[in-house]
């Protein structure tokens, strides 16, 4: 039998819950904006835009060695953000091709501030995919920047966060969606406060080729909102779904996790999780570290927390957690190693006259960072098998990272299909970091196992974005996934939790400054789940 979840009020002297507090998420729930267009969740997945007309189309007339041969061109606009779809017509990553799109804007429709650039006068800014100024071997690119104009020219390149700019989808595609603020933008001019914009798409490749767009004009639909805080006045529910019980899957980031566990433990415990898998748990926390951490208040008044640590990962290892009742561990998912030769193989394909061969080297060393349990969240009598995980990272499509993670894929994929071939069909819950900043090939992998992903939205923001950092030339993005055995389970509520998205709110729920919330670069991530 289930251990009974421990009375919360428990839990309320030391830490406020969210019981009772109305849900209101206007700028999250699905559907059409007040004016009848579409609401753009800035998801990679476009199904919004099939309303929005075209903007611009161009022709396929990019010169040989482009990266890619733009087609249309869609803008849409909320009191938040200005959105753009863009059809590129090559398969590529938006944040790493071999060459830049520039979009120059004239983001106040006045041509006569900013700069002129070619025959585009009135530019105030330029925002670059694959950023130019850090350019990786092969003519690659790195990150998104942006870079002001004016009567001058453009300046350097900058961050894009300041500009709360969101690029999707991180994996490598031949469509892009876009997002850029309204308003003030932090150390500089509010953008895109007039009544119209002007833009158009711009492309270098790194071997010479090039491409661009006629100028697009585009009259905004709506009235840009009076305050950049998209959380400002939103109450939100953070309680489990009817009948679910509840996963929070998290990439604790080495040794952060280590260091600030106190700061773990309260964010955990607001969410209030039936089971937990972390990955990339340090390598010297110890068994020991982890009975200690999940002993402690507040999380371990939520209930007698029992855990499986994996052996496999080396630096990084995955960790399975459930409160109340029994955890068996999975042998075939505790010390995961590539099969014999694999690493081999890759190894002669993608190292010569690189370094990275070490990191193969450390692979073939240390196998892939993950674990496996069997138990019981919801008190059904059957088991369910929960694996977290964590793929290499970074890279681009068709790069040295990207092959590593199909091989990860496929070995954690070959891993559960033995459980399957002994047991028969059983439930399985998948969750971590994919790291998919190459192709979408690692997570197709997992799908031909028998996996669905749980699609959910941030709470606030409308995206799907579960990293981010504001030190990186990467904008944020959605590198976490959970993946289910969809003949058994049902995903009945998903979201990304961004503590920093709480405003003045870490005082009275966590307990914290909101300054004080720097723990992991991924934020965790709610998964409620109900057996069929």
């Known amino acids: 039998m289930k251990t009974p979840r421990r009375d919360r009020t428990e839990v309320r002297g030391r830490i406020p819950v969210w019981a009772g507090i109305a849900l209101v998420l206007g700028l999250a729930c699905q559907g059409s904006s007040s004016n009848g267009l579409p609401e753009v969740r800035t998801d990679g997945r476009f199904d919004e835009w099939r309303e929005a007309p075209v903007t611009v189309d161009d022709p396929g007339d990019a010169s040989p060695g482009s990266p890619v041969d733009f087609g249309a061109l869609r803008l849409l606009d909320d009191p938040q953000y200005v959105h753009l779809a863009l059809d590129v017509g090559a398969t590529v990553n938006a944040q790493s091709m071999p060459g830049t799109i520039s979009l120059p804007f004239d983001a106040d429709g006045d041509p006569a501030t900013g700069g002129t650039l070619g025959d585009m006068d009135g530019v105030d800014l330029i925002l670059e995919l694959s950023r130019r100024d850090r350019p990786r071997p092969g003519g690659y690119g790195a990150g998104v920047g942006i870079r002001w104009v004016d009567s001058a020219g453009p300046g350097p390149v900058e961050s894009a966060y300041p500009a709360d700019v969101v690029v999707a989808p991180t994996f490598a595609a031949p469509r892009f969606e876009i997002r850029l603020h309204r308003g003030p933008v932090p150390g500089h001019r509010s953008i895109f406060t007039g009544t119209t914009l002007r833009v158009r798409a711009v492309v270098e490749g790194s071997s010479g080729g090039s491409d661009r767009t006629d100028i697009a004009t585009y009259r905004f639909r709506t009235s840009r909102a009076s305050t950049r805080a998209r959380n400002e006045g939103v109450p939100v529910d953070l309680r489990r779904a009817a009948g679910a019980f509840r996963v929070v899957q998290w990439n604790v980031s080495d040794e952060s996790f280590r ?66 009742g029994a955890i068996r561990p999975e042998s075939t998912l505790l010390d995961v190693h590539y099969p014999p030769g694999a690493v081999d193989r890759l190894e002669v394909e993608l190292s010569p006259g690189s370094d990275f061969g070490a990191t193969l080297e450390l692979e073939r060393e240390r196998g892939l960072p993950t674990a496996g349990a069997w138990l019981d969240p919801d008190g059904k009598g059957a088991d369910i098998l929960f694996v977290p995980l964590d793929f290499q990272s970074g890279g681009y499509d068709g790069s040295p990272e990207d092959r590593l993670r199909e091989l990860q894929a496929q070995t954690l994929a070959d891993r559960l299909s033995r459980v399957v071939a002994v047991r028969g069909p059983v439930p399985i819950v998948v969750a971590g970091d994919l790291n998919l900043v190459g192709s979408r090939r690692p997570l197709d992998l997992l799908r031909a196992a028998g996996l669905a992903v749980a699609e959910g939205y941030d709470l606030w923001n409308r995206t799907q974005t579960t990293w981010r950092n504001p030190a990186s030339a990467f904008t944020p993005g959605r590198l976490d996934f959970a993946l289910y055995v969809p003949r058994f389970l049902r995903v009945a509520r998903a979201f990304p939790f961004e503590p920093l998205g709480l405003g003045p709110d870490p005082v009275r729920t966590l307990g914290v400054e909101a300054r004080a919330l720097q723990t992991s670069d991924h934020v965790p991530v709610v998964t409620d789940l109900v057996r069929r």
């Open 259 to 324: 260091e600030n566990p106190e700061l773990y433990n309260r964010i955990l415990a607001v969410l209030e999780p039936d089971v937990i898998l972390l990955d990339e748990v340090y390598g010297t926390v110890t068994a020991d570290d982890l009975a200690t951490f999940f002993r402690t208040a507040p999380l371990g008044l939520l209930g007698d927390w029992r855990f499986v640590l994996g052996f496999s990962g080396g630096r990084q290892r995955g960790v399975v957690a459930t409160r109340g």
